[in-house]
Every structure is written in structure tokens, then in C-alpha cells.
């Protein structure tokens, strides 16, 4: 598991520098910001995969003694963009209402009901 799309790369270089077949498969559990991001999130954890019969190979490459997991990091302002998301739909509601009740009470003027 790598900690994001430049660290799976590397990684994935090195294997096949050593004659490996690897690559990089998305986790798919996107970090809280992710929406910000054209594309994808760079720092969104990635699993480097390599065939069964080449693991031990690998861990050679990779000068690893066993599988290693590495833990998930928290990044700073993680779980900001869900609030900033939550104040902007607020602000929105209340922009929409605003302009409802002037509409609403422009209608006689315009002709309307």
C-alpha cells in the first residue's frame, strides 16, 4: 500500500527496472477533499500490485524483509472540505430563498397572480 499516486510509481519504476511486472491499482477510498482535485486525488491511498509468482522477487527488489502496510496519514485539513461543502449548500439555500421572496413579491408588479 502506498501512501499516494507519486510514492505507487516509484515503487512500480523500481520493480520493473528490475525486470517485474507491477502497477498501480486505485483503492478507491478517496480522501475527504478528494472533489477538489481534477481527475483523481494524488494523495488517495494505491495498491502496487505484482503477479503471485514474482512476490518474492519483489521483496528483493524492494530490499523488504515482509510485507509491510503502511498506515493511513491523516493529512491537515482533512475533513475541511466536508464543512466548507456543508456552508456553501447552506449559503445556497438561503440565496435561493432570498431571491424566491423577491420574485414572490415582485409577481403583482409584472402582471402575475
Known amino acids: 500500500m502506498a501512501r499516494g499516486e507519486i510514492e505507487a510509481e516509484l515503487i512500480v519504476g523500481r ?14 477510498k478517496q ?14 491511498p494505491m495498491t502496487v500490485m505484482v503477479p503471485e509468482h514474482e512476490i ?7 530490499e ?25 449548500i447552506v449559503a445556497l439555500v438561503l440565496v435561493a430563498a432570498l ?3 423577491q420574485l414572490t413579491d415582485a409577481l403583482p408588479f409584472l402582471g402575475g397572480p
Open 31 to 44: 480522501s475527504p477533499g478528494a472533489w477538489m482535485y481534477v481527475g483523481h486525488d494524488p494523495f488517495e
Open 56 to 62: 518474492d522477487a519483489a521483496r528483493e527488489a524492494l
Open 15 to 28: 520493480l520493473r527496472d528490475s525486470g517485474l511486472d507491477a502497477r498501480v491499482v486505485r483503492d478507491g
Open 64 to 88: 523488504l524483509e515482509e510485507p509491510v502496510e503502511v498506515p493511513a496519514v491523516e493529512r491537515p485539513g482533512s475533513g475541511r472540505g466536508v464543512r466548507v461543502a456543508l456552508v456553501a
Open 99 to 101: 431571491l424566491r421572496a
